[in-house]
């Protein structure tokens, strides 16, 4: 193998979809030379800015000294968009391989809602890359009227942990598990109005993440839910894993998705899931096998379900152990990691 990888992202420590990826990968990818570049810190504007900067420079070193390299680029909209352009842009010009790995449910959205010029310039740069990754079947169609189908991949997330056996619980109360941005695009709201009409004895909803959590925490004091749902910030992975193995249901009733960490992880720790049918979301879920599908914003399907999986054990049981089943056939870290090293070998 002669090549090296660079890998174009968020810093490593932040919290996040992308970041739990990229990790997965540092992690994973045995027998690859290989080296991460953050280009974004998550953490003040002048450290991002530092961290762009950063990257950029050593983009530019890479260039002109590493003839062979392959700058993996992973992005999401708006700014993520901006930042990673403009490095894809500097290997292009000095004729390095670029792979863009387009990660979140928003970017055919942010296509299309830009101005015509800007518009014209991004669909530009998806026809020069010589690689493009995306999350899902779902958006291997969506992005082939941008560029040539045979330059598109799909990949799916890996699955970083998979439990080799399924393992009961045995919680009084079932506890819901929400993990991801507390913010409206991500149905929060729509899940705490949800459990807001259920038996307050049979359950206990847990947020994991940022964002808005002081407006979740007001709306759960207005529905006088305090002692029903409890709102945390972002753990570790090592505290989350341990979440996920005390949790009964994971439920993610987002309005825009790519394929979310939280669900693989929650299959992996055999968990039945209730998430909307948008992005990539329903290639991990067998509607009524592993967990159940609404329709973003329909919060009465959403309490229906809910209240089904609390009060049938059985249910969630057969559910989890449906879903660590499809985890270990599908997502698991070396069957990506045997992927993305073909569409390296190929490029």
């Not at 540092?26 to 030379?33: A, C, D, I, M, V």
């Not at 045995?170 to 507390?182: C, D, E, H, P, Q």
């Not at 695009?185 to 899940?191: F, M, R, T």
């Not at 994991?208 to 992975?237: C, M, P």
Request: glycine share 8%; proline share 3%.
């Amino acid at each position: 193998m002669s090549y090296k990888v660079y890998f174009i992202g968020p810093s490593l420590d932040t919290q996040g979809g992308i970041s739990s990826v990229l990790k997965l990968y540092k992690e994973n990818l045995t027998g690859l030379e290989m080296a991460f570049l953050g280009s974004y810190s998550g953490k003040n504007r002048f450290r991002d800015l530092y961290c762009f900067i950063y990257a950029l420079i050593r983009t530019f070193i890479i260039c002109l000294t590493d003839k062979k390299a392959i700058f993996h680029i992973n992005t999401a909209s708006n700014g993520s968009y901006f930042r990673k352009s403009i490095i894809a842009r500097m290997c292009l010009l000095f004729g390095r391989k670029v792979i863009l790995h387009i990660h979140g449910g928003g970017f055919i959205d942010f296509i299309e809602s830009s101005k015509p010029q800007k518009k014209k310039a991004i669909i530009t740069l998806l026809r020069r890359v010589h690689h493009i990754i995306v999350l899902s079947d779902f958006w291997l169609e969506s992005y082939q009227k941008y560029t040539a189908k045979d330059k598109i991949s799909v990949l799916y997330n890996p699955c970083g942990i998979i439990d080799k056996v399924y393992k009961p619980r045995s919680n009084m109360k079932t506890r819901i598990l929400f993990v991801g941005a507390i913010c409206k695009n991500k149905g929060v709201y729509d899940l705490i109005q949800s459990v807001r009409p259920l038996d307050k004895n049979s359950y206990i909803l847990d947020l994991y993440g940022n964002g808005e959590l002081d407006q979740a925490r007001s709306l759960t004091k207005t529905f006088a839910l305090t002692d029903n749902i409890h709102i945390y910030d972002w753990v570790s992975r090592r505290e989350l894993d341990a979440v996920y193995e005390r949790s009964d249901i994971l439920v993610l009733p987002s309005y825009a998705e790519g394929m979310p960490m939280c669900i693989l992880e929650a299959m992996g720790k055999g968990l039945p899931i209730i998430a909307s049918d948008v992005g990539g979301i329903p290639d991990t879920i067998v509607d009524g096998h592993n967990g159940y599908i609404i329709s973003p914003g329909n919060t009465s399907a959403l309490k229906d379900k809910i209240s089904l999986l609390i009060s049938d054990k059985l249910l969630r049981e057969q559910m989890g152990k449906a879903s660590l089943e499809l985890a270990a056939t599908r997502y698991s870290v070396e069957k990506i990691a045997e992927k993305l090293k073909r569409i390296y070998d190929s490029l």
